[in-house]
């Protein structure tokens, strides 16, 4: 294959990463975040007029924006995705033709399913799927959160002092290597049972490369839930779909919000499994972790580094423990200790 093919390859491939990478970012997600935020800042200045700043200052406060957490999320974010995309295009680069001859036969057979498949079907497998990979979602993010191997990568992500949009893609690589898996897992389950029911009509609905149910969640405010901005459904909604304030509740620095509220769309696994909490009245929430853990973890280098250095540390107590066959108590939890 010529060399301007495989580049053309992985520029493609690289764009198609970052497309993937930020498809929370797409803009109609966006825009429904900018105008339910804005209905929000409408009901304040009704209620509270004296209180609520004007609508620039309430969407975008300094103190929040330029907070050095979120220009750490800033800095982060770009150097995490960009070097992910292009580790990703230079593996392109050697890509085998035939594999990408499979690839392309690949789209192929989907498209040629989709076009087969009956409306119902399509409706089905992606509301499956939606639940299937969300109930998923919900035991890796509450294993990261259990596991004291886990915590020190996930705590990554918790480390934001202050919550912005970008927050959520402040993941260490292992959190995602966990996510990886997950996804690998609840998939090909769901995909495999439908292929066995339903042979050669298989298709998910998507809008703009997104799972439609997960779509209808994004502009339903999702990229609020890592924001300053407060919304709730209501105590009953909050039973089926997880509200903005609820996962702010999840973020929180105070020991009486720990262990909760660990789904990604739906509340009802929180329900079932006895981890929710449901948003009520607005609180004033602290965000972040323990203050040692934030002042080590204040540089990229140190976002990357830190958390592989603790693991390795509640690692090798394990194995102390282990080999001196003593029973011992179980490393402390992400949340064991107060803040």
């Known amino acids: 294959m010529p060399n301007t093919a495989r580049a053309a390859i992985a520029a493609s491939t690289v764009l198609h990463v970052f497309d993937k990478l930020f498809s929370r970012f ?12 804005a209905l929000v800042w409408l009901w304040r ?16 406060p300094r103190e929040i924006w330029l907070h050095r957490s979120a220009l750490l999320d800033l800095r982060f974010v770009l150097f995490d995705k960009t070097a992910l995309a292009l580790l990703v295009g230079i593996g392109a680069l050697f890509v085998v033709p035939k594999h990408i001859d499979a690839v392309a036969k690949g789209s192929g057979w989907i498209a040629h399913n989709g076009a087969h498949a009956s409306l119902g079907i399509v409706i089905a497998y992606t509301f499956v799927l939606l639940l299937v990979e969300d109930f998923f979602r919900y035991w890796a993010h509450r294993w990261m959160h259990e596991s ?36 690998a897992l609840a998939v090909p389950l769901v995909t495999g049972a439908f292929l066995l029911v339903f042979p050669g009509k298989l298709t998910a609905l998507s809008i703009l490369g997104v799972n439609a149910g997960r779509f209808v969640f994004d502009i339903a405010g999702a990229q609020l839930r890592h924001s300053h901005v407060w919304i709730s459904f209501g105590a009953v909604f909050e039973r ?21 509220n660990y789904g990604s769309q739906l509340a009802i696994w929180d329900w079932l499994f006895g981890t929710l909490r449901v948003a009520g009245k607005h609180e004033e929430l602290q965000f972040g972790i323990d203050a040692r853990d934030t002042e080590r973890m204040l540089t990229v280098r140190a976002m990357y580094w830190v958390p592989c250095v603790d693991a390795w540390g509640i690692a090798k107590r394990w194995w102390q423990r282990r080999r001196a066959g003593s029973s011992g108590r179980r490393g402390d939890g992400p949340r064991a200790n107060p803040v």
């Open 148 to 183: 004291p191997f886990l915590w020190q990568f996930h705590k990554v992500h918790h480390s934001s002092e202050v919550l912005i949009p970008l927050s959520q893609l402040r993941d260490h690589p292992v959190n995602g290597l966990v996510d990886l898996t997950r996804g």
């Open 26 to 37: 797409q803009w109609p997600s966006i825009l429904s975040a900018l105008i339910i935020a």
């Open 240 to 260: 089926i779909v997880v509200s903005p304030a609820q996962h702010q509740i999840h973020h929180s620095r105070d020991p009486v919000h720990y262990n909760s």
């Open 45 to 60: 200045r009704h209620a509270e007029p004296q209180r609520t700043p004007g609508l620039c200052r309430f969407l975008f």
